[in-house]
C-alpha cells in the first residue's frame, strides 16, 4: 500500500506569493491533518480534514487555508506569504476515527520564503 | 488545556546503552491517546506506538519499549541495547477523543555514537 504523498518536496518562493501544497493520503483513509514544522515552534496543527469537512483548526492566522476533496486528498493554500512561512510542512492521514487510530505522515513539503 | 512535555532536548549515548525518552503531558480529558513518532535526519515522521488513556500495560516491540503511567501522567519510551539506526528527534505527542489533531512536545534529539 502507498503512503502518504506530499507535492512538491520543495518549492521556493518570494514574500507575497501565495503557495498550494498538496496531500494524498494512505488508500482508505479518510481523515487528512496538516502541520507545520519549524526550529523556534517545534510541530505545530494546522488543520484536520474528515470528510471533505475542516473539524478542526489550530493558531494560525487567515492566509492559512485548506481543503479536502471527495477523493480524501487535501491541499493547503498560504496567501501573502511571509519569511516566518519558511518551515517544513507534514501532512498526516488516518482512517479518521478521531485518534483511535494510527497517523502515518508524508515526507512533506520544505517551503522556503525570501 | 493539553500539553506534551519532552524536557530532555538531546541525549548522546554509546552503542549497546540503553537510554529512556521522558514524556509528560497534561490533559483534563479522560479519554486520550498518546504517540511516539521518530524523526530520522530525512525528515518524515514515523510511527512507531500508540496508546488509548485505558490501557496502562506496557508493551514491547523488539528493542522498544514504553511505560505508560497515569498516576504520573507519563509515557516513556525505553531504547534497549541502542544502535547508530537509534539516532533521530522522537516526538511524543497527545490526542483528544474524537479528533486526529495532535499536540507534540519539542522532541528529543539521540544521538548513538559508534
Known amino acids: ?114 | 488545556a493539553q500539553k506534551v512535555t519532552q524536557a530532555q532536548t538531546e541525549i548522546s549515548v554509546v552503542e549497546k546503552e540503553d537510554v529512556t525518552l521522558d514524556c509528560v503531558y497534561e490533559t483534563r480529558d479522560t479519554t486520550y491517546y498518546l504517540f511516539w513518532y521518530k524523526q530520522p535526519p530525512s525528515g518524515e515522521l514515523v510511527f512507531l506506538i500508540r496508546r488509548n488513556s485505558f490501557d496502562e500495560q506496557n508493551e514491547i516491540s523488539g528493542r522498544y519499549s514504553w511505560n505508560f503511567q497515569k498516576s504520573t501522567s507519563s509515557f516513556n519510551f525505553t531504547i534497549t541495547a541502542s544502535q547508530v539506526v537509534d539516532s533521530a528527534v522522537y516526538f511524543c505527542a497527545l490526542s483528544a477523543y474524537n479528533t486526529d489533531k495532535l499536540i507534540f512536545g519539542t522532541g528529543t534529539r539521540l544521538q548513538v555514537f559508534p
Open chain 1, 1 to 114: 500500500k502507498a503512503g502518504v504523498t506530499q507535492t512538491p518536496r520543495y518549492l521556493i518562493k518570494t514574500r507575497g506569493q501565495q503557495v498550494t501544497l498538496s496531500c494524498s493520503p494512505i488508500s482508505g483513509h479518510r481523515s487528512v491533518s496538516w502541520y507545520q514544522q519549524t526550529p523556534g515552534q517545534g510541530l505545530q496543527f494546522l488543520f484536520e480534514y474528515f470528510s471533505e469537512t475542516q473539524r478542526n483548526k489550530g493558531n494560525f492566522p487567515g492566509r492559512f487555508s485548506g481543503r479536502q476533496f471527495s477523493n480524501s486528498r487535501s491541499e493547503m493554500n498560504v496567501s501573502t506569504l511571509e519569511l516566518g512561512d519558511s518551515a517544513l510542512y507534514l501532512c498526516a492521514s488516518s482512517l479518521g476515527s478521531g485518534g483511535r487510530d494510527e497517523q502515518f505522515f508524508g515526507p512533506g513539503t520544505r517551503l522556503t520564503v525570501l
